[in-house]
C-alpha cells in the first residue's frame, strides 16, 4: 500500500470513527400531528381571518387569508399566506413549510418572508384542540426575536391563533389573536 493510499485509510477510519452514533430508527409521526395537517388541509385548506381590528395607513388588508396544502401523503404541508386589500388579493406575505423531523422526534415549522424573513422552530400537541409553535424570526440586518403562536381549534370550520413575543426570561407578550374561518 502506498504512502497515498495509507493516509485515505487512516483519515477514513478516522472519519468513520468520530462520527456520532446514528439511531436505527426516525421517530414515527405521531397522529396528533398527522391530525394537524388534515385539519388544516381539509376541503382545500383555504382559511380567512378578518383583519378590520388592525388596519392602518401601513397595514391596509381588510382579511388574511392563509391556504395550506397537504404534501407527502400528509406527512407535511405548505402554505401561503396574503391579504385581501380593496376586494383583491395582495402578493404572498409568508410562505410555510411544516413537517415532521424523524432525527429529532417533533414537528417543524418553517416560514419564509420578505425581504429575506425566515422563521423556523418547533410545534407540539397542547392538549387534545391546541397546538403551539416556539420559532426565532429574523432577516437579513435585523436582530433575531423569539415568538410564538397558540393554535385553538373552536370546532371543525373553525380556529384561533394567538401570536406571542417570548421574552428572554421565557414570559409571554400576547400581540394578536386572529379568528380563521374554513372556506369551503
Known sequence: MGDKQMRFL???????????A???DGAPIPDWYQEHVEFLTRDGGRWIADNSEYMSEQETASAYVVVFSPSFGGASMTGDLFGIDDGENTVIFWEFRSFWDPVAGEAIMSQFGWGGAYGSGRTWADGEMAYRTDQIFSGPGQPSRREGH???IIDDNTHDTTAY???QDGSQTPSRTYRWVREV
Open 10 to 20: 487512516i483519515l477514513a477510519l478516522i472519519t468513520l470513527l468520530s462520527a456520532p
Open 165 to 167: 413575543t417570548i421574552n
Open 22 to 24: 446514528l439511531a436505527q
Open 150 to 152: 397558540l393554535f385553538s
